[in-house]
T-cell receptor, first 107, second 117 residues
Framework: QKEVEQNSGPLSVPEGAIASLNCTYSDRGSQSFFWYRQYSGKSPELIMS????GDKEDGRFTAQLNKASQYVSLLIRDSQPSDSATYLCAVNNDMRFGAGTRLTVKP | DGGITQSPKYLFRKEGQNVTLSCEQNLNHDAMYWYRQDPGQGLRLIYY???????QKGDIAEGYSVSREKKESFPLTVTSAQKNPTAFYLC????????????????FGSGTQLSVL
């Protein structure tokens, strides 16, 4: 079975620090990769998508993709308490999600 | 958003009862999905449909059934065969391929919390 795995949490960082979230996938043919943020009791919302090897930056968020190593990561710079949520990695071929990493940013 | 409406927000099931969760969309997207989320867990794919009158099983289809008679609607029935139905259920759709930026991006409804009485 195709798998998407995320580093186990919870992850706790102080306000202003960089939070690093990692995801690996098993299907080497995967083409599209997504990071969703989910606040407790709410539905996921897309924050980043990446399709090519390398880095993609959007504000404080940077997605990194390495297809050869089959991993995708999300960096959050200058972490804020409002970033505290569960972050879900998704891989497009069959829309599977990782288990999620819960991030807490402490003031 | 993807214009997805899920109802009800909360649902209670008695033992041996079938219940149906509603999912309606208004943006004419072909692909629709049902996910289950348990506390502290990620999303697990139950069923998905790429086109009207066609649907495919996901990873945890046992105890669930779906229909796709209309493009706008993708209801999920939790049958009595599903022995542990308590979870948060999410319906999603994805925009058509209008370029790589839109490919397979998911839009989610607000979810239905199902509990067993």
């Amino acid at each position: 079975q195709k798998e998407v795995e995320q580093n186990s949490g919870p992850l706790s960082v102080p306000e202003g620090a960089i939070a690093s979230l990692n995801c690996t996938y098993s299907d080497r043919g995967s083409q599209s990769f997504f990071w969703y943020r989910q606040y407790s009791g709410k539905s996921p919302e897309l924050i980043m998508s990446i399709y090519s090897n390398g880095d993609k930056e959007d504000g404080r968020f940077t997605a990194q993709l390495n297809k050869a190593s089959q991993y995708v990561s999300l960096l959050i710079r200058d972490s804020q308490p409002s970033d505290s949520a569960t972050y879900l990695c998704a891989v497009n071929n069959d829309m599977r999600f990782g288990a999620g990493t819960r991030l807490t940013v402490k003031p | 958003d993807g214009g997805i409406t899920q109802s009800p927000k909360y649902l209670f099931r008695k033992e041996g009862q079938n219940v149906t969760l509603s999912c309606e969309q208004n943006l004419n997207h072909d692909a629709m999905y049902w996910y289950r989320q348990d506390p502290g867990q990620g999303l697990r794919l139950i069923y998905y449909s790429q086109i009207v009158n066609d649907f495919q099983k996901g990873d945890i289809a046992e105890g669930y059934s779906v229909s796709r008679e209309k493009k706008e609607s993708f209801p999920l029935t939790v049958t009595s065969a599903q022995k542990n139905p308590t979870a948060f259920y999410l319906c999603a759709n994805s925009a058509p391929g209008q370029g790589i930026a839109w490919r397979e991006k998911l839009f989610f409804g607000s979810g239905t919390q199902l509990s067993v009485l």
